[in-house]
């Protein structure tokens, strides 16, 4: 008998499995986090950062019912928009320490933000307004 009954891929007592609903969670956070990061980029940069539209509101969920390799790009994109972020978000507040104006490195990262981030975004099926949804 197995120490851990749950271990298997159900959620206690609902006999259905999770099919993978940890990562897509984690998807969420990144993608969420991303953008929280893209925010602080256009404050930076002296812009302003509106509400996100829809397609790039649900898109982790979206990719997480793709599947298959589309989801598996769109991870690894979401890694590597996250580094670019991180390094350039540090570099920009380094500066900004300093007293270095960092509008001009602000913007930069910006435009590169949203070039990565269309390119991630294209990875999702054509026609998908968001994910679906069971009544």
Do not use: C
């Not at 749950?6 to 969670?25: D, E, I, K, Y």
């Not at 404050?43 to 649900?58: D, Q, S």
């Amino acid at each position: 008998m197995e120490s851990h009954p749950h271990s298997r891929g159900s959620l206690p007592r609902s006999g259905r499995p999770q099919f993978g609903l940890g990562s897509a969670s984690a998807l969420s956070m990144k993608w969420s986090a991303l953008h929280d990061a893209a925010s602080a980029v256009a404050a930076l940069a002296g812009m302003t950062n509106g509400p996100l539209p829809p397609e790039v509101r649900n898109f982790p969920a979206i990719m997480r019912d793709a599947g298959g390799r589309r989801r598996e790009l769109a991870e690894q994109n979401i890694e590597d928009l996250s580094a670019m972020m991180e390094a350039g978000l540090t570099a920009l507040l380094s500066a900004f320490a300093r007293g270095v104006d960092p509008r001009g490195g602000a913007r930069a990262l910006w435009r590169e933000f949203l070039a990565a981030r269309d390119a991630t975004l294209a990875l999702a099926p054509q026609g998908s307004s968001g994910p679906r949804r069971a009544a």
